[in-house]
């Protein structure tokens, strides 16, 4: 009879520890994972500088990118520059869904950041760039972005102030004639290359164990059990290939095709770069078209429409949690505005035309 009540006892505190998980009860929770767990080896710590053999970072170019990027006289209206959209005081965005250009127009895709995007492999949310360096020449001619009306323009404008003639030359010593479309792209991509933001991510890739948080931790397991990782991967977790918006199920706005406005192949209809997750609790709003406002909602969307996981309030807030991990260091030294050349007589004046 003795062992018959002892077994009913214990019958029932497995019953409750099952079902109402009460007080003295331990949760099943998974161990976290250490800086050296294999579930780990497909991400990677930022580099120190995303180096391109086509253009050699030196500090001439840096200098001369870091002005050309704040300079709004790129512009057609001389109201907009690289920082307008992308501000680097910003984690590189404008928290807008589009972008506002030229007299006000909108553009019909959301500016992704610059930080850490040299190191992508292509440009755009289509990819319709290779590199940093064939990107920044985009929205300088783009009619509905900074609708400069051509490159003889544009260097007419730069040529008609010394101190640019000076930097164009000390970047490029070998060009007989530097100011050119090009090297305003080589020098804008040489300053880009080096816009990284290490975060605490980085130091427990690098194998400081307390790096993360517990809550970090837990939601760094969610992130893998929901195989967020076969997409955002690698050092800048993204960024390294494109994939379908709506994999498992059909994504509800196909008014953007994405890659397939650039290929014209059938397979590439809805897809789009795999963005970064870096710094992504500071980028929103979210995808390609900025539909989604906030973080919750855009993780929650990426487990339906591409894993096929309705996820719980409780796996979502973790994941966010992780994700708020990966905010790094604006590096605000290299970041901080230059004093710019000065317009002389020659210079165009701004021209708000269509």
Same mark, same amino acid.
């Given at each position: 009879?003795?062992?018959?009540?002892?077994?009913?006892?214990?019958?029932?505190?497995?019953?409750?520890?099952?079902?109402?998980?009460?007080?003295?009860?331990?949760?099943?929770?998974?161990?976290?994972?250490?800086?050296?767990?294999?579930?780990?080896?497909?991400?990677?710590?930022?580099?120190?500088?995303?180096?391109?053999?086509?253009?050699?970072?030196?500090?001439?170019?840096?200098?001369?990118?870091?002005?050309?990027?704040?300079?709004?006289?790129?512009?057609?209206?001389?109201?907009?520059?690289?920082?307008?959209?992308?501000?680097?005081?910003?984690?590189?965005?404008?928290?807008?869904?589009?972008?506002? #250009?030229?007299?006000?127009?909108?553009? $019909?895709?959301?500016?992704?950041?610059? @930080? &850490?995007?040299? =190191?992508?492999? !292509?440009?755009?949310?289509?990819?319709?760039?290779?590199?940093?360096?064939?990107?920044?020449?985009?929205?300088?001619?783009?009619?509905?972005?900074?609708?400069?009306?051509?490159?003889?323009?544009?260097?007419?404008?730069?040529?008609?102030?010394?101190?640019?003639?000076?930097?164009?030359?000390?970047?490029?010593?070998?060009?007989?004639?530097?100011?050119?479309?090009?090297?305003?792209?080589?020098?804008?991509?040489?300053?880009?290359?080096?816009?990284?933001?290490?975060?605490?991510?980085?130091?427990?890739?690098?194998?400081?164990?307390?790096?993360?948080?517990?809550?970090?931790?837990?939601?760094?397991?969610?992130?893998?059990?929901?195989?967020?990782?076969?997409?955002?991967?690698?050092?800048?977790?993204?960024?390294?290939?494109?994939?379908?918006? #709506?994999?498992?199920?059909?994504?509800? $706005?196909?008014?953007?095709?994405?890659? @397939? &406005?650039?290929? =014209?192949?059938? !397979?590439?209809?809805?897809?789009?770069?795999?963005?970064?997750?870096?710094?992504?609790?500071?980028?929103?709003?979210?995808?390609?078209?900025?539909?989604?406002?906030?973080?919750?909602?855009?993780?929650?969307?990426?487990?339906?429409?591409?894993?096929?996981?309705?996820?719980?309030?409780?796996?979502?807030?973790?994941?966010?949690?992780?994700?708020?991990?990966?905010?790094?260091?604006?590096?605000?030294?290299?970041?901080?505005?230059?004093?710019?050349?000065?317009?002389?007589?020659?210079?165009?004046?701004?021209?708000?035309?269509?």
């Amino acid at each position: 009879m003795k062992r018959v009540c002892e077994f009913l006892l214990l019958s029932s505190a497995v019953l409750v520890c099952g079902s109402l998980m009460t007080v003295g009860c331990a949760p099943d929770k998974t161990p976290p994972l250490a800086p050296d767990s294999p579930q780990l080896k497909a991400f990677a710590p930022l580099p120190g500088a995303m180096e391109s053999p086509k253009n050699p970072i030196t500090e001439e170019k840096v200098a001369l990118g870091r002005m050309l990027y704040y300079d709004t006289r790129l512009s057609k209206g001389q109201d907009i520059s690289c920082n307008t959209c992308h501000r680097l005081d910003n984690y590189g965005v404008d928290n807008e869904p589009t972008s506002i #250009g030229h007299r006000g127009q909108r553009g $019909d895709r959301n500016s992704p950041t610059v @930080y &850490n995007a040299a =190191g992508h492999f !292509a440009q755009f949310w289509d990819g319709r760039a290779a590199d940093v360096e064939e990107q920044a020449k985009g929205p300088i001619m783009n009619p509905v972005e900074m609708a400069m009306p051509s490159e003889e323009q544009l260097v007419r404008v730069l040529k008609s102030m010394p101190d640019y003639v000076a930097a164009f030359k000390a970047a490029f010593p070998d060009d007989k004639d530097p100011v050119t479309y090009d090297n305003v792209a080589r020098a804008i991509g040489a300053f880009e290359r080096k816009l990284l933001t290490p975060s605490r991510w980085d130091k427990f890739l690098g194998g400081d164990a307390s790096a993360l948080t517990p809550a970090e931790l837990g939601g760094l397991n969610e992130f893998i059990s929901a195989n967020c990782q076969s997409c955002h991967m690698g050092p800048y977790l993204g960024g390294s290939l494109f994939q379908k918006l #709506g994999v498992v199920k059909p994504w509800p $706005d196909t008014s953007d095709l994405g890659r @397939y &406005n650039v290929s =014209g192949n059938e !397979a590439d209809k809805m897809m789009f770069k795999v963005p970064s997750l870096r710094n992504i609790a500071k980028t929103g709003p979210y995808f390609h078209d900025g539909s989604v406002k906030t973080l919750p909602e855009a993780v929650s969307a990426m487990a339906e429409y591409e894993v096929g996981k309705q996820l719980t309030p409780d796996q979502v807030q973790a994941i966010v949690a992780f994700l708020d991990a990966l905010t790094g260091e604006i590096p605000a030294d290299y970041v901080k505005p230059p004093e710019l050349p000065t317009s002389t007589r020659r210079t165009p004046k701004p021209d708000l035309s269509d």
